[in-house]
């Protein structure tokens, strides 16, 4: 499994999926995040935007994160974020939030959430794959399927299908 991750890894290297942990800033000033932390996440996300990240407060009331970027914004993000000292742990997430697999509570809040439900279906459709769903399938039935997962799945069934009548 862990090599499948890793090739799962590579071929996601545009669209990724980053869980960010923050530490506690509580004793931080509202100037550091008015004035220096927000306008230095909008500057490294650019025309992302928003729309790019999902945060939610985890169980002990922790601020967390989910950041869809490419690689290239998403090293620049971190590194800012390292510099800062401000995070407490990160990793990327994105074979494991496409095959819902072994997922903190606090993700699957935010995947739960009304509020943040098209980020989470605009990344799956850009990278849902035929592999993903069978992974899906294999470690949680044929029921954890979605809707868009039961129709890609129904899609590629039918074109390979067709590609194989014409061979």
């Known amino acids: 499994m862990a090599q499948n991750a890793m090739i799962m890894e590579d071929f996601y290297q545009y ?5 960010i942990k923050f530490k506690s800033l509580e004793s931080e000033s509202d ?11 909008g500057r ?3 025309e992302s935007g928003k729309d790019a990240i999902v945060i939610e407060e985890d169980e002990n009331g922790q601020d ?5 970027l490419e690689d290239i914004k998403l090293s620049e993000f971190v590194s800012f974020c390292k510099e800062e000292d401000i995070i407490d742990q990160h990793e990327d997430i994105t074979y494991r939030l496409l095959t819902h697999d072994n997922l903190e509570e606090v993700i ?9 439900g098209k ?7 850009k990278n849902v794959t035929m592999d993903s769903i069978l992974d899906k399938i294999s470690k949680n039935g044929e029921d954890s399927l979605t809707e868009y997962e039961n129709n890609f799945l129904k899609d590629e069934v039918a074109r390979n ?3 194989n009548l014409h061979k």
């Open 119 to 125: 980020q989470f279906q605009q990344f799956f459709e």
């Open 44 to 46: 490294i996300l650019e």
């Open 31 to 41: 100037t550091y995040f008015t004035n220096y932390l927000f306008p230095n996440f």
């Open 161 to 163: 299908r067709t590609y």
């Open 15 to 19: 669209n990724r999926a980053y869980y």
């Open 108 to 116: 699957l809040k935010m995947l739960r959430s009304d509020e943040f």
């Open 64 to 68: 967390t994160m989910i950041v869809f």
